[in-house]
């Protein structure tokens, strides 16, 4: 396990990168699936990591909370090193209740993770409806819980959340999330990995 911090690939006003994702619940999911939403919450994690199991319960509250964004959670890990990533692992985690996300999608080709810059998991980015896309409104971690043992005392991403639905405007400086790095497949690594 190595613990990492993400890092911008994507700036604040850039529109999410496209995706064509299957998810658990056996639909395939882009991201116009998600039209009716205010707002989308992009959640790079996985199964296996202690920093994102430690995160699934933030991110059920928030799923609950919020009517008006979704949360997905976006699984590219490499499952043949690290088999608990795999997409069964990731149907029996929704099945018996330990995530409750609006979705929660594998990116086997870790295309969507290197579009998006991901670095670590969980690695959260918060996307704003703006016309017909969505565009970066913050990209930092959940809460400020940085170790897997550690009790959060403020949730940040809800703030930010609660600011956007708000309108009001955004910090451009983010608190990065911190987590496992990406495990990516060894011709997979992606120029900002460097």
Same mark, same amino acid.
């Given at each position: 396990?190595? *613990?990492?911090?993400?890092?911008?690939?994507?700036?604040?006003?850039?529109?999410? %990168?496209?995706?064509? =994702?299957?998810?658990?619940?056996? /639909?395939?999911?882009?991201? +116009?699936?998600?039209?009716?939403?205010?707002? =989308?919450?992009?959640?790079?994690?996985?199964?296996?990591? %202690?920093? *994102?199991?430690?995160?699934?319960? !933030?991110?059920?509250? =928030?799923?609950?909370?919020?009517?008006?964004? @979704?949360?997905? #959670?976006?699984? %590219?890990?490499?499952?043949?090193?690290?088999?608990?990533?795999?997409? /069964?692992?990731?149907?029996?985690?929704? @099945?018996? &209740?330990?995530?409750?996300?609006? @979705?929660?999608?594998?990116?086997?080709?870790?295309?969507?993770?290197?579009?998006? #810059?991901?670095?670590?998991?969980?690695?959260?980015?918060?996307? !704003?409806?703006?016309?017909?896309?969505?565009?970066?409104?913050?990209?930092?971690?959940?809460?400020?819980?940085?170790?897997?043992?550690? /009790?959060?005392?403020?949730?940040?991403?809800?703030?930010?959340?609660? *600011?956007?639905?708000? &309108?009001?405007?955004?910090?451009? /400086?983010?608190?990065? +999330?911190?987590?496992? +790095?990406?495990?990516?497949?060894?011709?997979?690594?992606?120029?900002?990995?460097?």
């Amino acid at each position: 396990m190595v *613990a990492l911090d993400s890092n911008d690939v994507l700036e604040q006003g850039d529109t999410a %990168p496209a995706f064509e =994702l299957p998810g658990t619940d056996g /639909e395939t999911y882009t991201l +116009s699936d998600f039209d009716g939403y205010e707002g =989308l919450l992009v959640v790079f994690t996985c199964n296996h990591c %202690p920093y *994102a199991k430690a995160k699934f319960d !933030e991110m059920n509250r =928030l799923t609950e909370e919020y009517e008006e964004v @979704a949360v997905i #959670g976006i699984n %590219p890990n490499d499952a043949e090193e690290y088999p608990e990533d795999d997409f /069964e692992t990731m149907r029996e985690r929704v @099945a018996d &209740g330990t995530i409750q996300w609006d @979705a929660y999608l594998r990116d086997e080709s870790q295309e969507v993770a290197a579009a998006y #810059g991901a670095m670590c998991t969980p690695d959260p980015f918060l996307f !704003e409806r703006d016309g017909n896309e969505f565009i970066l409104a913050y990209h930092g971690r959940l809460n400020d819980a940085q170790d897997p043992d550690s /009790e959060p005392e403020a949730r940040e991403m809800k703030v930010h959340i609660d *600011a956007m639905l708000a &309108g009001e405007e955004l910090p451009e /400086e983010f608190k990065p +999330s911190r987590g496992c +790095s990406v495990k990516w497949k060894d011709d997979n690594e992606p120029d900002y990995w460097d």
